[in-house]
């Protein structure tokens, strides 16, 4: 089986790993946190990083960090991962949701401004797949009605939008290091942000908001949210590769479009826009309708011939658990929609070989075809 993701570990990860275990600095103490924080904040432009278990949890702490309650609304896309939706729910505010771009897949910023009423406290921008959210008019928009932006760029790392890194944009910037990621600590995440009063916020939030002077006596209420020295350590030895793991992923995009150059039945990932050039983070295909299956019988065919595959996301106003609280009832996406039912993408690991991509475009073609 040619596994839909592997993550590549043959830098300094061993070596950094061996010191933590040498010194005994395992936990969310040692040395190695501090210094992903800064040399990956710094990599994106920004002011400070707070290291934390997974993206998730960055996001959880960023949207409790900009103090989103009760009544407030969030503008965010339907077509992402669950993960965005969850806190703002949580907390008791309402997501407000816009479709996606059929040709970038990520979400159509032409729909935010009419989304906008006077609950509105921030728009959720969610950089998709390989490309970035077109920023510019989310910036203006943010601006002209005084709303906070929340940047998910988990799936960007090494990505710019017309030259400046993706996850500089937000108000606060979240990262994922899942081992999908161009940039992996197993499982971690980060959040980065100029405001030293939000990063103050979100170090507290990370660590069970303990006060300094009375540690087990709590205003606040937070998380244990800690990376440990040992996942920081992996995160050392990978971003120490980030332009060679862009450099590969570009690649892979590159040979994967001219093996499936000309499939019949199924749209590509964009190469560029006039702001970004894809950073193919995973290698999607969407199916025309008129092929006749969708993208959950293509990728039984696929596994038949030993090629793993992943279903693209299932959009937030059709999530089960979300339907039962009553959220998003009437509403139709239809782009978002067509996405998650003739979407899917193929072995896009940076391990995967060239005769791995090339077996898993013959299967492609023998499926599609």
């Not at 970035?132 to 910036?139: E, F, K, R, S, Y």
């Not at 826009?273 to 894809?278: L, S």
């Not at 979300?322 to 009437?330: I, K, P």
């Amino acid at each position: 089986m040619i596994p839909v993701n592997e993550p590549l570990l043959d830098g300094n990860e061993k070596k950094y790993l061996l010191e933590c275990i040498e010194t005994g600095w395992i936990s969310s103490e040692g040395p190695f946190i501090k210094q992903f924080e800064e040399l990956f904040s710094a990599s994106v432009g920004r002011k400070q990083g707070v290291a934390v278990t997974n993206g998730t949890a960055a996001l959880d702490a960023a949207v409790e960090a900009l103090g989103i309650g009760a009544g407030d609304e969030v503008i965010m896309p339907t077509f992402t991962i669950i993960s965005c939706i969850g806190q703002i729910v949580r907390a008791g505010a309402k997501p407000v949701l816009v479709d996606s771009d059929p040709v970038t897949w990520n979400m159509d910023v032409t729909q935010i401004e009419a989304k906008i009423t006077p609950r509105t406290k921030a728009i959720m921008v969610v950089h998709i797949y390989g490309l970035p959210v077109d920023m510019d008019p989310v910036l203006d928009i943010a601006a002209r009605h005084g709303l906070k932006i929340i940047e998910d760029a988990a799936e960007m790392h090494g990505q710019t939008y017309k030259g400046k890194p993706c996850g500089s944009f937000g108000d606060i910037s979240t990262f994922s290091f899942y081992p999908n990621k161009h940039i992996t600590t197993g499982e971690g995440g980060m959040i980065v942000a100029n405001d030293d009063q939000l990063i103050e916020d979100c170090r507290s939030l990370r660590n069970l908001c303990f006060q300094p002077k009375k540690r087990f006596v709590h205003e606040r209420l937070g998380w244990n949210l800690r990376m440990t020295n040992l996942q920081a350590a992996l995160g050392l030895a990978q971003i120490e590769r980030l332009s060679e793991f862009v450099q590969r992923k570009r690649h892979m995009g590159k040979r994967y479009s001219q093996l499936l150059a000309d499939l019949p039945g199924a749209q590509l990932p964009l190469v560029k826009t006039d702001y970004a050039e894809n950073i193919y983070w995973v290698f999607g295909l969407l199916l025309n309708d008129e092929l006749g299956i969708n993208a959950e019988e293509a990728m039984r065919r696929l596994a038949g011939k030993g090629v793993g595959t992943r279903p693209f996301f299932c959009p937030m106003h059709m999530q089960p658990v979300l339907r039962r609280m009553g959220l998003f009832e009437g509403e139709s996406y239809p782009v978002a929609e067509r996405l998650y039912r003739q979407g899917f993408y193929i072995p896009s690991g940076l391990a995967v070989t060239e005769a791995q991509m090339e077996s898993a475009a013959q299967a492609v073609w023998e499926v599609l075809g």
